[in-house]
């Protein structure tokens, strides 16, 4: 589905808002990891678990889906973390992705007509392993970033777990890494310092690693002489 262009500018905020909403109701979500599963179900009240979604839509790859109509959220079962203890970072990023599509696009699909024509063997939204990142993917992708790893938050635990807020300059660790595992300059691989978070926020090294480059706590590029 072809979707409004929304500005990043717009998702960062929607995303937080939604964490107020449930602070309001449930408690302030003060430390991480944030609990998107209550989220989508105390707060959205949305229909929500697990199911073989290759096989009862009988498209491959997918991950997870969203009906809109039918108030329903399902992430694959390979994702189950209570089976998979490893995919725990995959799984939270995709339950957010859900969460971001109900969030930003839903009013967009019900003013689609052919969204009538949702059923349970066919939902509004299928998002697989490779779905090209279309811009509805895209902005999905934005916000589960933004709704698991809050800006503040990420700062607070940085400096409480590397004792200060100066980036990291990873450039060479980055080159030590990449040179060992034979990588090239498009598939850079995780510093330490993001897994470490990553395991605090329930999300994956390199999603972690996005963000923290994204709030300039981990520098991938030598910075320029006198900036610091």
């Known amino acids: 589905m072809e979707v409004k262009?929304?500005?990043e500018s717009k998702i960062e905020p929607a995303a937080y808002k939604?964490?107020?909403?449930?602070?309001?109701?449930?408690?302030?979500?003060?430390?991480?990891?944030i609990p998107v599963e209550e989220i989508i179900e105390s707060c959205l009240?949305?229909?929500?678990?697990?199911?073989?979604?290759?096989?009862?839509?009988?498209?491959?790859?997918?991950?997870?889906?969203?009906w809109v109509q039918l108030k329903k959220i399902r992430i694959d079962q390979s994702l189950d973390p209570s089976e998979y203890?490893?995919?725990?970072?995959?799984?939270?990023?995709?339950?957010?992705?859900e969460i971001g599509h109900w969030q930003l696009h839903r009013s967009q699909i019900l003013e689609n007509s052919s969204s009538l024509f949702e059923t349970p063997q066919k939902p509004a939204i299928v998002c697989r392993k490779v779905?090209?990142?279309?811009?509805?993917?895209?902005?999905?992708d934005k916000f589960a970033g933004y709704l698991l790893m809050p800006k503040q938050m990420v700062q607070n635990k940085w400096t409480e777990?590397?004792?200060?807020?100066?980036?990291?300059?990873?450039?060479?660790?980055?080159s030590d890494l990449s040179e060992r595992w034979g990588l090239d300059e498009d598939n850079q691989p995780t510093v330490q310092?993001?897994?470490?978070l990553a395991k605090?926020?329930?999300v994956s090294g390199q999603a972690m690693q996005i963000r923290l480059i994204s709030l300039g706590l981990i520098l991938n590029k030598q910075p320029e002489k006198g900036l610091f």
């Open 45 to 66: 009240q949305l229909d929500y678990g697990f199911d073989d979604l290759p096989s009862s839509l009988e498209i491959p790859d997918v991950l997870g889906a969203t």
């Open 131 to 140: 779905s090209g990142k279309k811009p509805i993917e895209k902005q999905a």
């Open 5 to 7: 262009y929304i500005h």
């Open 193 to 196: 310092r993001a897994k470490q």
């Open 85 to 97: 203890p490893a995919k725990i970072g995959r799984y939270c990023f995709t339950v957010a992705h």
């Open 161 to 174: 777990v590397f004792g200060n807020l100066e980036p990291y300059v990873a450039v060479d660790e980055i």
């Open 200 to 202: 605090i926020f329930n």
């Open 18 to 33: 939604l964490l107020g909403e449930y602070g309001q109701k449930f408690g302030e979500v003060a430390h991480p990891p």
